[in-house]
């Protein structure tokens, strides 16, 4: 039996890495293994979108192929609260490298070719301080 730990810990020079951590068990023994440091990359997309119908059509092609992705830590779209039209796309990945990938994947560039007079956007990205 095993557990994965994601702990966020804080650098002697103030940033936060996450520290990936698997403990496992045995009626025997227990053990603990660091797999490595994380600085990841947190995205958040809003959208206004004005034909919701083809909008998600077109986003849920694009989250299926982007959830499969190498780095892909999260990626899930939201609607917004109160608001006809509005959408979120948080994501998070596990490198700088990793969300550069994924935006130059054909299905990202296929969703915005699709997307390009219904939505427009707002993108945000966020790194750990």
């Given at each position: 039996?095993?557990?994965?730990l994601?702990?966020?810990t804080k650098?002697t020079?103030?940033?936060i890495v996450?520290k990936h951590?698997l403990i496992?068990?045995?009626?025997?023994c227990?053990?603990?293994?660091e797999?490595?440091?994380?600085a990841?990359?947190?995205?958040?997309?809003?959208?206004?979108?004005k034909?919701e119908g083809e909008?998600?059509?077109e986003?849920q092609k694009m989250?299926?192929a982007?959830?499969t992705?190498?780095?892909?830590i999260?990626?899930?779209?939201?609607?917004e609260?109160?608001?006809?039209g509005?959408?979120?796309?948080?994501?998070?990945?596990?490198?700088?490298?990793?969300?550069?990938?994924?935006?130059?994947?054909?299905?990202v560039?296929?969703?915005?070719?699709s997307?390009?007079?219904n939505?427009?956007?707002?993108?945000q990205?966020?790194?750990?301080?």
């Amino acid at each position: 039996t095993s557990l994965w730990l994601d702990i966020p810990t804080k650098c002697t020079a103030g940033s936060i890495v996450h520290k990936h951590i698997l403990i496992y068990w045995t009626r025997y023994c227990v053990g603990v293994i660091e797999i490595g440091n994380m600085a990841e990359v947190r995205v958040h997309a809003a959208f206004t979108v004005k034909d919701e119908g083809e909008f998600l059509k077109e986003a849920q092609k694009m989250i299926d192929a982007t959830q499969t992705e190498k780095g892909c830590i999260h990626y899930q779209l939201y609607r917004e609260s109160g608001k006809q039209g509005g959408f979120a796309m948080i994501e998070t990945w596990t490198t700088q490298e990793d969300l550069v990938n994924h935006s130059k994947s054909e299905h990202v560039k296929n969703f915005q070719a699709s997307q390009k007079e219904n939505v427009s956007a707002v993108i945000q990205t966020f790194v750990p301080v």
